[in-house]
């Protein structure tokens, strides 16, 4: 029975309906403007708002409702990985609430926590720390989420934070260097860093594409939103393009993003500099953007490649406009992977 996997953002919706089995193979893929602007539901209001998205796109593309995978934004899932001096599993077990507080955005009485030792150092090796993934689920938004499938008659089979299905899209091996991913949509980021096929660090950031149309509109008189995003697909960060004018509007709106990633280069080099990151990655809508790609390896100084979101997929796969599919393809991984 073939799967669909949907993911709810603020630019887009995103569906693909695979069969599964190895490798999914792709029979259809959705992309609809999210004219309603929202990823996650606040309130029943919002919640109705997205509801009628939803059903727009399950009805206008026939999208099957028997087995459905959701994507969760992390405004609803907040993943993180701490380092914490090594502890038994009694010992974590009662400071865990504790390190929640201080590392997941979301209040005590809301949260959900789950959480796995990703490495606990040898006895022997005190000085190191141990790793320790958090996965923090804000129950009330996560209740109004998956009631919009209820009522529209989808009883969601899996739902997952999008890091993971990014990561999973993306097929770490163990031979692949130490990567900083990069994953930019329109209103989130995503910094992962994988170093052979672990998540060593997770953080999500605001911001995107969005800020990029809107920095180009308030810098060119008379231009439209739709003219303003216009321009960004079509020049860019290229310099040699319009006398390099596009570029010199989005640059200083993309250095916030530019600095965090100059920022987590460092912490996590220092930290751990027997691995340090020799590449990134990027992924999302917006690192399809013209000069991006020459515009971060002139920034960190390192190989900077795009991601294949389609790699480990067959079928029907779209010519143009891959990136926004990746959470998608890496959600229906995850039955044949079982991780
Ligand atoms: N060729 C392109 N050049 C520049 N920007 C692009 C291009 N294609 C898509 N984008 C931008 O990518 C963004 C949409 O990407 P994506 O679909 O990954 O976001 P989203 O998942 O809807 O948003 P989010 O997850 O942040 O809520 C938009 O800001 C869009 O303008
Ligand atoms: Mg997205």
Redesign the pocket.
Known sequence: MPATAI?I????IKAVVAKQGGTPSITRTALMKNSSGL?FPKDEMQAEKILKEVDQIFHDHNLPKTDVYLSLPEEVVSTKVIYLPPLSDAELASAIDWQAEQHIPIPLNQLTLEYQVLYRPPKKQTDQPMRVLLVGTRKNVAELYSDIFVSLGIQPKIMETQAFSIMRALGFEESDPTTLVVHI????TQLAIVDKTEIKLVTNKKG???IL?KAIQQAVTNVTPEQA?EY??TY?LQTEQLQGKIAQILMPALNPLTQEIVKTLRYFNNEQPQSPVTRIVLA???S??PGILSYFTQQTNLEVLLAAPFAGTNGEIPEE?Q??FVVCNGLLMRKNSNK
Request: aromatic share 4%.
């Open positions: 993911d953002a603020t630019y887009s990823g949509g329109a209103d989130n995107g594409g969005t149309t995003e960004k697909h860019g999302g809508g917006t399809q953007m406009n990136q926004p």
